[in-house]
């Protein structure tokens, strides 16, 4: 006890360790903030794995030159599902408000006869491109980007989120309520 409380200085002794990771460890809170969101509410019962995958969907066209943000929604239940960047603006809302677009595009088709389904619907608003594209023709899912008009290539835009989600087609059958 009389060590404890006495006057001589103490030292301590910092020893630092080499540590490694792997970039798909790498999240940051918003990411994280999303697949815990996503896999307790947007799709009951869905393994880590598939969460992971969205994630790994929507980088995929966050690579994409250009692109400021990306969010996979759902249009039955007008709800984001996962969403990544920052386009500044609140990316969730404009994701799920992009649902009524969509909605009257499938049924402007459907009334006029022109029922051929979506490839992509472009928006050009102020400094940004929009882009919307059902994961198929038949999918109540589409992915929203948002695309910086000086910094990307549209052409270029629209043909990596078409290889996109034909790479990522297992999407398709996520288990939505």
């Known amino acids: 006890v009389g060590r404890i409380f006495s006057s001589e200085p103490t030292s301590a002794v910092f020893v630092p360790e080499r540590r490694s990771y792997t970039s798909d460890l790498i999240f940051d809170i918003e990411e994280l903030s999303r697949i815990a969101r996503l896999s307790t509410s947007s799709l009951p019962g869905a393994e880590t794995e598939t969460a992971l995958n969205l994630v790994s969907f929507l980088r995929g066209a966050l690579n994409i030159r250009g692109s400021l943000a990306a969010a996979l929604v759902e249009l039955k239940t007008r709800q984001c599902l996962v969403a990544l960047g920052d386009p500044g603006f609140d990316l969730d809302v404009a994701a799920t408000g992009n649902c009524v677009v969509v909605e009257c595009t499938l049924k402007a088709l459907h009334d006029s006869g022109a029922d051929s389904g979506i490839d992509d619907i472009v ?55």
């Open 123 to 177: 928006m050009t608003l102020g400094s940004h491109y929009h882009l919307i594209r059902p994961l198929d023709r038949q999918s109540s899912m589409f992915i929203y980007l948002v695309l910086d008009r000086v910094e990307g290539n549209l052409g270029l835009a629209r043909l990596r989120l078409r290889e996109l989600t034909n790479e990522h087609a297992q999407l398709r059958a996520l288990p939505l309520q």
